[in-house]
């Protein structure tokens, strides 16, 4: 009987059909492990956050997109996507340091708020005169040179200000009064203050366990631990575990000229000087 060696050239080639449907399974994997990179990315490292108000002045600007650092105060659920709970409230907890720029939850409406770090837990905080005032001495606070705000679509000149053409004759810029803070342990900041207001006072208070005193450097415009919590206006004293992350670099800014049809513009209206800067 003759037996016929079966020819492995012969053999039929696979079927485009499995080719594909590998190929599909592949890159749904890629995808997979994207979105998994991304969510850590997002819930560990960093984030992004976008300043929405002149609160900040003149440290921070309307127009300002920032990456927040969320590894520094520990992991809470306002970290995570959709505010799942963690036990225990907030995972490898630190505490922020005096003069830290920090983002934080509201804790009425849960908005996101940025704001400076001035008592920590423990401390005696008021304002005398609007001079901030911790465990009884007053923080050192001398006059700067002014500020010089460039005006533009999405930064105005406040009450405070006074507009006057720009040097380079650029346009306008709104100049300011200044004054440079010093609080314990060496942090250093500009502040603006336009004068008296019904914020310049606040009395003595002890900060809970786990909370924060926090401030805007604008200090006339800035609804910030001075006011009761309230939706959409003052924030009471921050709770720890309302804080997402701390503010630690601008990676873009636009005074709000842009035009989306336009794309020219999106480059014309970039604050480039800005750019990088570390918080």
Partial sequence: MDVK????????PAASGARTGESWGSF???LLKLLALVLVFRTLVFSPFSIPSESMLPRLM???YLLAAKWPYGISRHSLPFDLALPGGRLLPGTPERGDIVIFKHPIDSRDYIKRVIGLPGDRVAVVGGEVVLNGVRVPRVPAP???VPLSPNTGCAWGGEAEPAADGSGEVCRYKAFRETLPGGRSYTVLDFGPWSADAFSERVLPPGTLFVMGDNRDSSMDSRFPASAGEGVGFVAQDLLVGRAAVIVWSTDGSADWLDPVSWFSSARWSRIGDRL
């Fill in 62 to 64: 309307n127009g300002d």
């Fill in 28 to 30: 749904a994997w890629f």
């Fill in 146 to 148: 002014d500020v010089l």
């Fill in 5 to 12: 060696t079966q020819s492995l050239e012969g053999s039929p």
